[in-house]
């Protein structure tokens, strides 16, 4: 399934005709937005040229999958589900990932910014999607994902030479500006030193360009575009198809337009380096092959996709969503936080969120929501919290290997504090049968506590627990808590994967 070559952006409306099309645009104006006032029905009715029912009823289908979220009474954003997917891209990319190391040694080596553009055939303009910076006290760090125009700039002529020419990959060499006399529109953009325009393998056409900001040094124009050729070059140079590629399942068995958008998503995103796909997606997306192929076609219409034929990249519009959403001021906690908010809500119990960090093999609380009840435990955020001592950690501790436990020093708390090796095999044997764990005054004097676990691709991630004081246990309905925080935990398991590994299965069941 080849892509066409890219065309001026009005032949890009015709994408919003299909059901995936309209779900696309959708996103795309979430995103737009990510940062802004949230969308109301009736102004993104109005934005796209589509019904409020329309409207109304793909926002709906997208906040089911967190992919969409609402923010106050018939007003909608970016969900988290798309932010998780987004951030693996910025983690997954080899383009991207290797673009930031050699856009810091360019910058570096000749004291000028060094800039990444994407051409963007979906708006017919061009975005900043990597950037790399000189050590000097002025820096240019232009806003990644803003969308120019090919009028724009050196780097959008570039583009727009590019593409009449039709032909080979355009290089330009540019003086250095002798002064600042610039149209207002691009004073804040430096003019470039040197830039080059090439089509790379994974269909992202691309600029780089360095930008001098007056600060002297800077390499000759001849020995600046030699540089910008070699990232080029070393960017050509990367794998086209992901080594060892995992096979991506989609988190559930919904075979709706929006779950199918989801997997499509989470296939670009997991494997942003390309997904092997001769035999085709049908089976990945719960469909048959003619249905799986107006998919992808679809999405590549919408750039959201490029398809070789061989395999599946993410395309200009997904690293655009990508520079925009997927960066680090949106950790765990915070993409989480809706989830744990309605379990409080549910309970009236104050949750904390445990996050365990594989490497370390540590675990601490990143976020506790106080319940509404008269009397709640305050617990501290940031501190490191034992494994086997207490509902949060021992939620973990379940799901590790059984040496893991084996090799604790096991340090007394309270008189209720495990600290045989035995004694606490037999509970973590008890909480993998039963799914939740359990912890009587064992780590805080007078606390009692229920912990379930959540899981990120299959591997245990971390736990939501409920701290009760010892007093209310006997009046506290257990069995409607545990499915309140087993309901919490099935939930933020689903936001966080990719579906790179078989889903864990819910203990217990």
Not at 121 to 130: E, I, K, R
Not at 163 to 185: E, F, R
Not at 361 to 383: C, H, M, R
Not at 489 to 503: D, E, N, Q, V
């Amino acid at each position: 399934m080849p892509n066409p070559r890219p065309e001026p952006a009005a032949s890009h409306a015709v994408a919003a005709t299909s059901s995936h099309g309209r779900l696309i645009e959708v996103l795309d104006a979430l995103v737009r937005r990510a940062e802004g006032e949230p969308w109301g029905v009736r102004e993104l009715a109005s934005e796209l040229a589509e019904s409020r029912s329309t409207i109304n009823r793909i926002l709906a289908a997208l906040v089911e999958r967190d992919l969409a979220a609402e923010d106050g009474a018939g007003k909608y954003r970016v969900g988290p589900r798309l932010r998780v997917l987004m951030q693996a891209v910025s983690a997954h990319s080899a383009v991207w990932n290797a673009s930031g190391k050699l856009l810091d040694e360019l910058a570096g080596d000749a004291k000028q910014s060094a800039l990444l553009s994407v051409y963007a055939p979906h708006c017919d303009g061009y975005f900043v999607l990597c950037c790399g910076e000189a050590a000097a006290t002025l820096a240019f760090r232009p806003q990644l994902g803003a969308i120019y125009p090919l009028g724009f700039g050196d780097i959008g002529r570039a583009f727009a030479d590019h593409l009449n020419s039709g032909a080979q990959p355009d290089q330009q060499q540019l003086p250095v500006p002798a002064d600042n006399g610039q149209a207002m529109a691009e004073s804040e953009f430096p003019a470039a030193v040197a830039l080059a325009t090439r089509c790379l393998p994974q269909g992202l056409l691309v600029t780089v360009s360095l930008h001098d900001l007056g600060a002297g040094g800077g390499s000759s124009a001849s020995a600046a575009l030699r540089k910008v050729e070699q990232v080029l070059n070393h960017l050509e140079g990367l794998p086209v198809t992901a080594r060892g590629c995992p096979q991506v399942r989609g988190c559930d068995e919904d075979s709706a337009t929006a779950a199918r958008l989801e997997v499509l998503l989470q296939i670009l995103c997991a494997v942003p380096d390309g997904y092997p796909c001769k035999a085709g997606i049908a089976a990945e997306l719960q469909c048959n092959s003619a249905t799986a192929r107006k998919i992808v076609e679809s999405a590549a219409q919408a750039s959201l996709v490029f398809a070789s034929g061989q395999a599946l990249y993410p395309a200009a519009r997904l690293y655009q969503w990508a520079a925009v959403l997927g960066d680090n001021r949106f950790p765990v906690a915070k993409l989480c936080r809706a989830i744990v908010e309605a379990l409080v809500k549910q309970t009236g119990e104050t949750v904390a969120f445990l996050s365990f960090d594989a490497c370390s093999s540590t675990a601490q609380f990143i976020e506790v929501a106080q319940g509404w009840k008269p009397i709640q435990y305050k617990l501290e955020t940031g501190v490191e919290v034992p494994l086997y001592a207490g509902a949060a950690g021992k939620a973990v501790l379940a799901h590790l290997a059984p040496e893991f436990a084996d090799g604790l020093t096991l340090n007394r708390f309270t008189e209720a504090t495990i600290v045989s090796h035995s004694a606490l095999q037999a509970d973590l044997l008890a909480i993998r049968e039963r799914g939740w764990s359990q912890g009587d005054g064992e780590r805080v004097l007078g606390a009692f506590g229920i912990g379930v676990p959540f899981f990120v691709d299959g591997q245990v991630a971390g736990s939501l627990s409920a701290t009760i004081p010892q007093y209310r246990k006997q009046d506290c309905d257990l069995a409607a808590l545990v499915d309140h925080m087993k309901l919490a935990t099935s939930r933020i398991s689903r936001l966080l994967s990719l579906g790179t590994a078989p889903a864990q299965g819910e203990p217990g069941q």
